[in-house]
C-alpha cells in the first residue's frame, strides 16, 4: 500500500481539525503539513512536493483556485477540494475528473477521494503536469460562467495593430474570468503552462488564457522571456535571487513569494542570465 503525503488547507482551524482527525482515520494517509491560508499552502507544496493536497475553496487573500494558479506544473499534486460552492462549479470538477468533497465533509467521500488520488498515482506515476491541466480547465470552465465586464490594464484603450506593433510594446490580451485584460509585458513576471491554456502571473494576479505556451513564446519579447522549464517562462527583469538545486537543477525566486523551478534541460539560461 503507497503511503500518501498529504498536505491541508483551510482558514478555519476547527474545520481543519476536524479533516485532519477523518484522515488520519486512512492507513495510507500522511499529513505532512496543516495550512490556514493559500500562501502558506504553496510554500509547503514547494517545500514538501506532496501527493494529495486537501484545498479549502472559499479562503481571504489567496482561494484554493488561486493557489492552484499560482502552483508550477512540477510541484502539482492531486488535489481535492473542500467546499459549499455551486452546483456549476461542481459540474466543472466532475467534467475534468477533479475530486472534492462537500462541506460538512462526509467520511465515506474522503474515503473515495484518497482511493481515487492512490490508483491515479499507480497509473500515472509522477505525472504532475496532467495533474494542473486537469483543475486549470475546470477553473476555466466555472469562470466562464461570470458575466463579462472590461478592464484596460493598459495606458490606454485602443485597438492595438498587432502587423505593425512593436513586439516590446504589443499587450496581451487575456479574456480571464469576467474581465478582458491587456497587459504590458513588463509587468508579466511568469507564465506556467496547463494543457490548452497558460497561466500568466501579472501585477499580484493570476489570469488564464486559452492557448499553448507554444502560442504564447510567439507573442513574448524572446529579449526579456525566456523558457526555463518545459511548461515554464519568466521575465527575466523579475528574477530576485537563484538558488542552486540538486542535480543541476535552480530555483528562481521572483518577487516575494513565487519560487520557480529551472529543470537541468534549460539550465543554461540561468547561466547566461548569470554572467550577465
Wanted: proline letters at 3%; one cysteine or more; charged letters at 30%.
Amino acid at each position: 500500500m503507497t503511503i500518501l503525503k498529504t498536505i491541508i488547507v483551510d482558514d478555519e482551524p476547527l474545520a481543519l481539525k476536524l479533516l485532519a482527525a477523518k484522515l488520519n482515520k486512512l492507513p495510507n494517509i500522511e499529513i505532512v503539513a496543516q495550512c490556514s491560508n493559500g500562501r502558506e499552502a504553496i510554500a509547503a507544496v514547494i517545500e514538501l512536493t506532496p501527493d494529495l493536497l486537501f484545498l479549502d475553496i472559499q479562503m481571504p487573500g489567496l482561494s484554493g483556485l488561486d493557489v492552484v494558479k499560482q502552483l508550477q506544473n512540477d510541484t502539482m499534486p492531486l488535489v481535492v477540494f473542500a467546499t459549499a460552492y455551486e452546483q456549476y462549479a461542481l459540474e466543472a470538477f466532475d467534467a475534468y475528473a477533479v475530486d472534492y468533497v462537500l462541506k460538512p465533509i462526509d467520511d465515506e467521500r474522503i474515503q473515495r477521494a484518497v482511493a481515487r488520488a492512490q490508483e491515479r498515482l499507480s497509473i500515472r506515476p509522477g505525472d504532475r503536469i496532467e495533474n494542473k491541466t486537469e483543475v486549470i480547465g475546470a477553473i476555466a470552465q466555472i469562470e466562464q460562467k461570470q458575466e463579462k465586464t472590461i478592464t484596460w490594464m493598459a495606458n490606454d484603450s485602443s485597438h492595438q495593430d498587432t502587423q505593425h506593433t512593436d513586439i516590446k510594446n504589443r499587450k496581451i490580451v487575456i479574456k480571464d474570468r469576467d474581465e478582458i485584460h491587456l497587459l504590458k509585458q513588463k509587468d508579466i513576471q511568469w507564465i506556467d503552462a496547463a494543457g490548452d491554456y497558460v497561466c500568466v502571473h501579472a501585477l499580484g494576479e493570476t489570469h488564464v488564457k486559452r492557448c499553448t505556451l507554444k502560442e504564447m513564446l510567439i507573442e513574448l519579447d524572446e529579449t526579456l522571456f525566456k523558457r526555463v522549464h518545459r511548461s515554464t517562462i519568466v521575465n527575466l527583469d523579475f528574477i530576485d535571487k537563484v538558488i542552486p538545486h540538486t542535480k543541476g537543477e535552480f530555483f528562481l525566486m521572483i518577487g516575494e513569494h513565487d519560487k520557480i523551478k529551472v529543470s537541468r534541460n534549460y539550465k543554461e539560461v540561468v547561466k547566461t542570465f548569470l554572467a550577465n
